[in-house]
Structure formats: structure tokens, C-alpha cells
């Protein structure tokens, strides 16, 4: 089949451009033509709270990227639309995440109509972590250009149907692993790379920092009194994408300041395995969540992993299996970090995470959306 990705990729960084490069990629693997569409002009900068939207890495060499879109620039959108109808792919996925692009992608999505081509939206957020008016007034454009819809949780399947009067087809696909990162380091090696003590216990909370991630609730489970007893440290690793003065004073009225390592900048992709390698252990405190690519590179490492009973996360992290799955309490957080230590559940939550994680095969996500095309 000849299939076009309209979304985020190099040289844009970030979690959603490597979904869709490792997308394009299992397609290709099966044989088929793959082009991606993206951005010459993915966010105003006003509009982008981290310090750079753009990769630091080398670019893909084994993909064919057309950067056309300009996400302000109706004339792009529509330049776009009647690029893609003029190659009449089989299917055009538009990997979509927040109402902002919800004008540009709709739009392009009705210039590239042919009868030929089905138009599949792939969902990662439909109503965002942070509403905002947008999310009321610009999805239902989108929503109605498309054919079909695969989503990641069955709650993003909800949000959907607020906006989809016509009931169109549905399916869910777990998010796959994320295993473009490269094996695991040994731990004395991951403590070296990044100058720690190899001999310490380390909880990681990775990824952009903003407040529905709850990483204050981490913060105030850290400081239970019962986890002194460990040789232990929290590692945040990720960027701040808001003001990160409350946190870094909780942390100090906490008296917690030796216990937390600070790795406050985004972290390149050539780093994630360095990060996970030293890692017991992966807090995700969120207050809400839909699914999530940490998770899913934890699989990766075969980390244990605790997360908070908001969205889809449960859905991924079945408790006491692989992790925990609390609700949003610093004490239940606080509970279920001191279980991990005190209990030493690493190794059976690791020979289950081994199993587990066959789940979450790319080819489990290529399959469901061609079964929706078909």
C-alpha cells in the first residue's frame, strides 16, 4: 500500500515524532511505501513553553519526510491537502494530539479526500490533560473529515464520541514499546555516563514537567520518613514546561535536597537508555493521562513501574504484576515505594514485565488500523 503519516517528526524532538518515525517504520518493514508530512512550522514560539521545539540528534536517513505544513498558514493546509490527493495513497493517518491542529489537520484532511484514500485519525489526546476553549470549538472539524479513528485507551474512545455524531468506526490499540532506544547499559555503566553513585537505589520521574504529571505528589511521597532507611534517590529527568520555582521549594522545605537529583533539561534520545539503565523503578503521579510513552519505555528496560489510577495507565500496568496503580495520594505513592524496597519485588515484577510486554507490539498497532481500513 502507499501510505501518508500526517504529524509531528524530525526534525521536531519529542515523544509523538518518535511514535510516528517508529510508525512509519513498522509499515515499511511490511513492504509498503510510507511518506510522512510534517511541519515547517509546528508552534508559534509564544505559543512553545520549552526552551526549543527542534532535535538535536542526526536526521532519519531511512524515511521520506515532506516538511509543507505551516500551522497558521491556511494556504499551506490547502497546498498540503491537494499535494497528497495528487499521489492518491491508500490511506492517509493523521497522528493527532491536541485542538490547535485540529483546523490545519481537518483541512488538509478534505483537500486530500479521494475515493480511493481512507483517512484514519490515530488519537493520542482527543480532549487534552489542560482544557482550554479550543478543545470545545475545534475538534469537531477534524473529527467529521475522517473516516475512521484508532485510539490508544478506551477513554480516549469516549472523548472521541463527544464530537462524532456519525458514530463512525472505532478501535483500540495499545501504545506500542518504545524500543528504538537502544538496549539496556549495565547499572555501573548508566552511574558512570551519568556521574551517580552506582551503589544508591534510584526512583526515575522522566519527561516534560507540568502540573497534571504530579510530580509535587512524588515530591511529598519521597519525603515519608520510612524511605530514609534505603539508600535512595529520586532522579527527575525531563524539562520544566512551567515555572519551576514551586517545585524546586518544595523540595527544599522538605529538606530533601541531597535525596533528589535534578536533571531539569530535555533529555535526547541518545540519553533515554542511560536514564532507564540506572532506574529500580518508574513513577508516573499524574493526576490525569490518557496512555503514556513512558510507560511504554519502561517495557522497553523492563522497569517496574508505579502510576496513579487516572485515564488508561491502569489499563497497561496491571497491579501487583508488573508495578503499582494507586490512586492520587502522596501516602499511597509513599505505601507502594516502600513495599518495592522493603519487599525487594524488582525481580518479580521484571519476569512478569517479560511477558507482558508482548502486548505491545508494533505490528499489533499497523494491524488494528489496517483492520479498520479494511
Not at 532519519?60 to 505544513?69: A, E, M
Not at 555501573?188 to 556521574?195: W, Y
Not at 522522566?206 to 519521597?222: P, Q, T, V
Not at 513501574?305 to 488508561?312: A, C, F, P, R
Request: aromatic share 14%; net charge neutral; proline share 6%.
Amino acid at each position: 500500500m502507499k501510505i501518508i503519516i500526517v504529524g509531528t517528526t524530525y526534525p521536531y524532538r519529542g515523544g509523538l515524532s518518535a511514535f510516528n518515525e517508529r510508525l512509519a517504520r513498522e509499515y515499511i518493514s511490511q513492504g509498503h511505501e510510507v511518506e510522512i508530512y510534517t511541519f515547517n512550522l509546528q508552534y508559534p514560539s509564544f505559543l512553545f513553553p520549552g526552551k526549543t521545539q527542534f532535535s538535536s540528534e542526526a536526521p532519519p536517513v531511512d524515511l521520506t519526510i515532506k516538511r509543507t505544513i505551516n500551522s497558521v498558514n491556511p494556504l499551506s493546509w490547502i497546498k498540503t491537502g491537494r499535494e497528497i490527493k495528487r499521489k492518491s495513497p491508500d490511506k492517509v493517518i493523521f497522528c493527532y494530539w491536541m485542538a490547535f491542529f485540529a483546523p490545519c489537520f481537518g483541512t488538509i484532511a478534505r483537500y486530500a479526500a479521494h475515493p480511493k484514500t481512507k483517512l484514519i485519525a490515530l488519537i493520542h489526546n482527543m480532549i487534552p490533560h489542560e482544557p482550554t476553549l479550543l478543545d470545545k470549538l475545534f475538534p469537531k472539524y477534524f473529527v467529521n473529515a475522517m473516516d475512521g479513528f484508532v485510539a490508544m485507551t478506551d477513554s480516549v474512545i469516549v472523548d472521541i464520541n463527544k464530537f462524532d455524531k456519525a458514530l463512525k468506526p472505532k478501535a483500540v490499540s495499545a501504545h506500542p514499546i518504545y524500543d528504538h532506544y537502544g538496549d539496556a547499559l549495565p547499572k555501573n555503566l548508566a552511574a558512570l555516563k551519568l556521574g551517580l553513585h552506582e551503589n544508591n537505589s534510584y526512583i526515575l520521574f522522566f519527561g516534560f514537567i507540568r502540573h497534571y504529571k504530579g510530580l509535587d505528589l512524588l515530591i511529598e511521597a519521597f519525603a515519608d520518613k520510612r524511605l530514609r532507611q534505603f539508600p535512595l534517590k529520586l532522579i527527575i529527568a525531563g524539562e520544566f514546561y512551567e515555572n519551576p520555582e514551586p517545585y524546586l521549594h518544595l523540595i527544599s522545605k522538605l529538606g530533601l535536597d541531597e535525596y533528589i537529583v535534578l536533571r531539569t533539561q530535555f533529555i535526547a534520545d541518545s540519553d533515554v537508555r542511560t536514564y532507564f539503565s540506572i532506574a529500580d523503578i518508574v513513577a508516573q503521579p499524574y493526576r490525569s493521562a490518557t496512555q503514556s510513552g513512558v510507560s511504554q519505555i519502561a517495557y522497553h528496560f523492563e522497569k517496574p513501574m508505579l502510576v496513579t489510577d487516572v485515564g488508561g495507565l491502569a489499563e497497561t500496568i496491571p497491579n501487583g504484576k508488573v508495578g503499582y496503580v494507586v490512586d492520587v495520594q502522596p501516602v499511597q505513592i509513599a505505601d507502594a515505594l516502600v513495599d518495592f524496597y522493603s519487599n525487594k519485588r524488582s525481580e518479580f515484577f521484571t519476569e512478569n514485565i517479560k511477558l507482558e510486554k508482548q502486548k505491545y507490539k508494533w505490528s499489533n498497532m499497523t494491524d488494528t488500523i489496517d483492520e479498520l481500513f479494511d
